[in-house]
């Protein structure tokens, strides 16, 4: 299995909170004799042996599912995990539900399944502050098809629903979305803490405000880019995807990664962002696509014929740690190089260290960025570390998340 694409991580600091108008898990009081159906995010990395390499999303969810035990409710939590096509042993919750047991300090039971007679039964026999974990829900091909039928047998295991996976959010699954239409609903503390960084970003962010956006592709990225060109005072592009403007720029790539479709776009966003958008001005080149490859490093517009960028370089660093430096609120998905070598991860790197050494408030949303931030043993100094990679990123494109528009008004 791929790893998870992040973690949580907050600290306070002034201005960051932004109020949720979608209903929480408070407004849901009384708790007490009421089974509290809720949408976990369980979907970690597991090792050939079946083990947890990672429990952070289990962690993650922890406030939400404490607090409705503390209230006097019985819990029945929901996941899936990976992406199984039917039935598949290999993939099943049970060692969610042995982590999930020893974190909460109480026994989780397991079910059997996600639904049926026997689930219905064990669920009706919970006693409040009693945890029961239902089976993968990708076991049943009915909950990627946002089926209703199936949302109306998993709401019978439940009073209320609460979804606290904002790592599905962006998924109009049937645990996710459908569920919601059958019972009284609301966020977790995980989905709320989620969108209030997120919604900051985008509609009231603390200036000035710096966009950091790597990966291979542009055509990844494009409605990111987008929708944070006239919201951000700086974006900085790093990366594969920066090629692809550089090439734009006129510039010779010898053979790095280029998307010749994507090119005409980037030179269209090039004319358009001004001096917003902020490319790479030294790269770190290499003979072949490998960790042990002869390196150097050039001008941006220097690439020699046969060889290929794999990292942006100490000026290019300089440039944007000095502009994150500045920054009074930032948002980072994305590597700047080829970040899985550690030859050419010295970019991401040393931007992952800027941003943990400015004052600003930080968001950070993806696999790589978050590894880099992790590796560089700064992560207890960002604001605040997305769980969901992949549902951020629609956020930041502008996109509707199915799980998140479901959930009623306060």
């Known amino acids: ?24 898990i408070k407004d849901l009081l009384p708790l007490a004799g009421k089974r509290a159906l809720i949408r976990v995010d369980f979907n970690v990395p597991l090792d050939k042996a079946g083990a947890i390499t990672d429990d952070t999303r289990i962690r993650a969810a922890l406030p939400t599912l404490q607090y409705a035990l503390d209230h006097g409710a019985s819990v029945v939590a929901m996941s899936h995990l990976g992406r199984p096509k039917g039935v598949d042993p290999s993939q099943s919750l049970k060692p969610a539900a042995t982590r999930l047991g020893e974190l909460l300090g109480r026994p989780v039971h397991m079910a059997p399944d996600c639904v049926g007679a026997a689930v219905e039964a ?16 990708r076991f049943h091909k009915e909950e ?103 090439k734009a720029k006129g510039y010779e790539l010898g053979d790095s990664l280029v998307e010749a479709d994507a090119v005409e776009t980037a030179r269209e966003l090039l004319a358009s962002a001004g001096d917003k958008l902020v490319l790479p001005v030294d790269v770190v080149i290499a003979d072949a696509f490998a960790n042990d490859a002869h390196r150097e490093t050039v001008a941006a517009d220097k690439i ?24 009074r609120m930032i948002v980072w998905n994305g590597p700047m190089g080829v970040f899985e070598m550690p030859n050419f991860a010295a970019g991401t790197t040393a931007v992952a260290k800027a941003v943990a050494a400015s004052k600003a408030i930080s968001v950070i949303g993806g696999g790589d960025s978050v590894a880099a931030v992790e590796q560089a043993g700064v992560a207890d100094k960002i604001t605040h570390i997305s769980t969901g990679g992949g549902a951020s990123l629609e956020f930041l494109e502008g996109k509707t998340l199915p799980g998140v528009a479901v959930l009623p008004e306060k």
């Open 144 to 246: 990627e098809k946002n089926d209703p039928e199936f949302a109306k047998q998993l709401a019978r295991l439940g009073d209320v629903y609460i979804c606290d996976a904002f790592g599905s959010a962006h998924r109009a699954h049937a645990s996710v979305e459908a569920v919601a239409h059958f019972l009284p609903s609301a966020a977790g503390f995980l989905m709320e803490k989620e969108i209030n960084f997120i919604s900051k970003v985008l509609m009231s962010p603390e200036r000035p405000l710096v966009a950091i956006l790597g990966g291979a592709k542009i055509s990844d990225k494009l409605p990111v880019i987008r929708n944070l060109l006239p919201l951000v005072d700086s974006l900085l592009i790093g990366g594969g995807m920066a090629n692809t403007f550089l």
């Open 304 to 327: 020699k014929a046969g060889w290929r960028a794999l990292d942006i370089g100490p000026q290019s660093v300089a440039r944007f740690a000095d502009l994150v430096g500045k920054a």
């Open 122 to 137: 064990q669920a009706a026999a919970l006693k409040p502050g009693q945890v029961m974990l239902l089976e993968n829900l």
């Open 1 to 24: 299995m791929r790893r998870y694409e992040g973690r949580l991580q907050t600290r306070s600091r002034p201005g960051q909170n932004i109020m949720l108008n979608k209903r929480t």
